[in-house]
């Protein structure tokens, strides 16, 4: 089993960054694929950015793509969600996701383990 705690989040006008961290206790982080979710007021949770157990494989959400990056550090058991040029619309609650299986790792339905979410609002 894997607990997930996220952190990171705020307020930043458009055009800033900010930088999510999700830390993850439990066994074997490494062998679990990880993904980055987020739901806006009224609206369904929707995919971000996903990466491999390796770190050889990564995706993204149109809708973030050259924004964002997401990253892992498997010695510190830590997924990281870089996101630049924020937008208003990328205001939400962003989610951390674990799971332990390689498919399905754009759909909320793939993912086992999940956080609390951390608020993140852009200012226009």
């Known amino acids: 089993q894997v607990q997930l705690v996220e952190s990171g989040g705020g307020l930043v006008q458009a055009g800033g960054s900010l930088r999510l961290s999700c830390a993850a206790s439990?066994?074997?982080?490494?062998?679990?694929?990880m993904g980055w979710f987020r739901q806006a007021p009224g609206k369904e949770r929707e995919f971000v950015a996903a990466?491999?157990?390796?770190?050889?494989?990564?995706d993204y959400a149109d809708s973030v793509k050259g924004r964002f990056t997401i990253s892992r550090d498997n010695a510190k058991k830590t997924v990281y969600l870089q996101m630049n040029n924020l937008k208003p619309e990328d205001t939400a609650v962003y989610y951390c996701?674990?799971?332990?299986?390689?498919?399905?790792?754009?759909?909320?339905?793939?993912?086992?383990?999940w956080g609390q979410g951390t608020q993140v609002t852009v200012s226009s």
């Open positions: 990466i491999s157990r390796s770190e050889t494989s990564t």
């Open positions: 439990g066994r074997a982080f490494s062998t679990y694929a």
């Open positions: 996701a674990a799971t332990p299986f390689t498919y399905n790792t754009v759909v909320a339905s793939g993912y086992r383990y």
